[in-house]
């Protein structure tokens, strides 16, 4: 029986008890190019027991040229089974190239999810909505101050921008698509009255670590969807003399201790 991204998900977080997402982000700036697949396993070998996901960001491979998209490749057979993988791709096109992206982000590459930008509407996600055991996360409130230029805007009848992307979400609850729809939102721009506005889905929370996000404006939501609570930067190249699997394991109890798992 096929199991959906949801669900798959939330078994991993009760086997850890840990809602952290570890993004793996490599910088050629600060690691020499031949020396980043090594890089790469070593902290996916060592922060597996404390991650609930693990969230490549395409941009980094990218650009790195083709060999750091080879390098995606070549890590993704390797990753732990049980621990979903998260794209963060925030690709957002007319249906006939999003139709080729889906195609290689879950046919090609074989990731869990993507991350999706989904203002150009509705009808540029639906390549994505019917692929079993997969998932989408469609940015809602990014953790950069700009997302006040757009998405935290007040409409005309009181909602704001980013209601609209959480109605995009149950529309696709509503038409029972096999892909599960979740939203990206900030921790440096959440607080109680976003969450309060948007469906019960599952989040994917950027903002804690470097980026010095609070982890208790998320207490009391009263959601019940499977939260992802990403640190990259926290975990790959702050505090270098501690191990990653140290620092995995302090962001975990930290999210642990402000989510009350």
């Known amino acids: 029986m096929s199991q959906s991204f949801t669900d798959k998900l939330a078994a991993r977080i009760r086997k850890t008890g840990s809602a952290l997402c570890v993004g793996l982000d490599p910088r050629p700036v600060m690691d020499d190019l031949q020396s980043v697949p090594s890089l790469l396993r070593k902290v996916v070998e060592e922060t597996a027991p404390y991650a609930a996901a693990f969230k490549p960001n395409i941009a980094y491979f990218e650009a790195m040229g083709l060999r750091g998209l080879e390098m995606l490749e070549e890590l993704l057979p390797d990753m732990p089974e049980d621990v979903p993988v998260v794209l963060d791709a925030k690709r957002g096109d007319i249906g006939e190239t999003q139709k080729y992206y889906a195609q290689a982000y879950f046919e090609r590459l074989g990731v869990d999810a993507v991350t999706l930008s989904p203002f150009m509407g509705y009808d540029t996600l639906e390549p994505f909505l019917n692929y079993e055991e997969k998932g989408i996360y469609l940015l809602a409130v990014t953790s950069n101050p700009g997302s006040a230029d ?112």
């Open 150 to 261: 757009v998405e935290r805007q007040e409409l005309a009848d009181g909602r704001r921008v980013y209601e609209l992307v959480g109605d995009m979400v149950r529309r696709s609850m509503q038409e029972g698509r096999k892909t599960s729809v979740g939203m990206v939102v900030g921790l440096t721009n959440a607080d109680s009255s976003i969450l309060e506005r948007i469906p019960d889905a599952p989040l994917l929370i950027p903002g804690l670590g470097a980026q010095g996000g609070d982890l208790s404006s998320l207490s009391g939501s009263g959601h019940a969807a499977p939260p992802l609570i990403n640190v990259s930067r926290g975990i790959m190249y702050q505090n270098p003399e501690l191990g990653f699997a140290e620092k995995a394991g302090r962001f975990a109890q930290s999210i642990r201790e402000a989510l009350g798992y």
